[in-house]
């Protein structure tokens, strides 16, 4: 499989800071890039779709001001949490695509106190 | 709304029986399905995928499809404590979006 990679992978942050995770496909181009969330004991959730050079689509109840995705380039894709509080505090995945597979990243863990 | 659902679990099982996990979805549309496997604190690793009704073996796991029936389900043959985790399953519709169940947790216990 691709080799993707997210950084930072765990990060501590105080109430209305913003954090920024990074996504890396290192040897795949990533078409689209699908970004997730994953809350204890819960699923995954999708909380947008970006396809490289486009805006982002965001899933219903995500808030497009809130969360900020850059999809600059096919290796390279950016998830802003603007004025994070303690209930973004949550697992965030980005998966990047291309054509016929789709892969996972490592994850960020995000605690905001 | 598309829905994928899962038993939470767990399910725990001995060392060496076969864990079946179900999985029922509600969109008849519904065209590739997954099973990925996660570790506590980990992302999801794809262990198998699926698009034709029927069964599809690879190694010690076998996904059966039932495009009737709206059902899936992963077996795990000869099952390990290494295979202790959350298995999710997910479905795609016509995009390349995986809408995931909650995932059921197996414990196998030696």
């Known amino acids: 499989g691709a080799v993707v990679s997210q950084h930072p992978s765990w990060v501590i942050c105080k109430s209305g800071t913003s954090v920024k995770i990074e996504c890396r496909s290192l040897d795949f181009q990533a078409t689209t890039m699908f970004w997730y969330r994953q809350f204890p004991k819960q699923s995954l959730m999708l909380m947008a779709t970006s396809n490289e050079g486009s805006k982002a689509t965001y899933e219903q109840g995500v808030e497009k001001d809130k969360f900020l995705i850059n999809h600059a380039s096919l290796t390279l894709s950016t998830l802003t949490v603007t004025s994070a509080h303690p209930e973004d505090s949550s697992f965030y995945i980005c998966?990047?695509?291309?054509?016929?597979?789709?892969?996972f990243g490592p994850g960020t863990r995000l605690t905001v106190l | 709304q598309k829905e994928v659902e899962q038993n939470s679990g767990p399910l725990s099982v001995p060392e060496g029986a076969i864990a079946s996990l179900n999985c029922t979805y509600s969109d008849r549309g519904s065209q590739s399905f997954f099973w990925y496997r996660q570790y506590s604190g980990k992302s999801p690793e794809l262990i198998m995928f699926?698009?034709?009704?029927g069964d599809k073996e690879d190694g010690r796991f076998t996904a059966q499809l039932n495009k009737a029936s709206q059902y899936v389900s992963l077996l795990i043959r000869d099952s390990q404590p290494s295979d202790s985790a959350t298995y999710l399953c997910?479905?795609?519709?016509?995009?390349?979006?995986?809408?995931f169940g909650t995932g059921t947790r197996l414990q196998v216990f030696p």
């Open positions: 699926i698009y034709s009704n």
């Open positions: 997910a479905v795609t519709y016509n995009t390349d979006k995986l809408i």
């Open positions: 998966s990047p695509s291309g054509s016929y597979e789709q892969f």
